[in-house]
Nanobody, 121 residues
Framework: QVQLVESGGGLVQPGGSLRLSCAASGSIFSINVMGWYRQASGKQRELVAAITSGGSTNYADSVKGRFTISRDNAQNTVYLQMNSLKPEDTAVYYC???????????????WGQGTQVTVSS
């Protein structure tokens, strides 16, 4: 069993900052890519940022220069530092990880339960 648990969401004013965390636990042999996705009301889920175990990153154009993804491989944790937040960043943010549970396993995709981020004055 693998669990991903997000924390750090909330209500923030435009221009403010939030830091999201996602900790993976359970039966974990290794994790390759970890990422953050978001889904606004009435819209499809979209990739926000992703990071490999080696530290390579990828960002959606809409968040480049404002958001920073990082990870602690020893703690199986990924972070998303969000600065200069805009109302259009309002969404439920989901953590995703590609997890291998044991040596001969394949990398399965696991999701957290989501955390609400609301940017409003």
């Amino acid at each position: 069993q693998v669990q991903l648990v997000e924390s750090g969401g909330g209500l923030v004013q435009p221009g403010g900052s939030l830091r999201l965390s996602c900790a993976a636990s359970g039966s974990i042999f290794s994790i390759n890519v970890m990422g953050w996705y978001r889904q606004a009301s009435g819209k499809q889920r979209e990739l926000v940022a992703a990071i490999t175990s080696g530290g390579s990153t990828n960002y959606a154009d809409s968040v480049k220069g404002r958001f920073t993804i990082s990870r602690d491989n020893a703690q199986n944790t990924v972070y998303l530092q969000m600065n200069s937040l805009k109302p259009e960043d309002t969404a439920v943010y989901y953590c995703n990880g590609g997890v291998k549970r044991y040596y001969n396993d394949y990398f399965g995709s696991y999701w957290g339960q989501g955390t609400q981020v609301t940017v409003s004055s």
